[in-house]
């Protein structure tokens, strides 16, 4: 997923989205990256519910303004 967004021209920035019932290393990753500092997910050290990591990578797009 994430050499996809990294490949697609449109997204300008790679932010990691992150639940309410996230670790707070996950936490910790709250935030926009670019595309070439998006950190690993999940995460060393991750220790959310069921192993799961709940965080997303979520692709910011480039706003075309007229
Ligand atoms: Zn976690």
Known sequence: MLERLKSNERVTLIRVSVSDDACPVCFSLQGAYPKDR?????PDGCSCPLGRARVFYEPVLAEIFP
Request: proline share 40%.
């Open 38 to 42: 998006a950190p690993k997910l999940p």
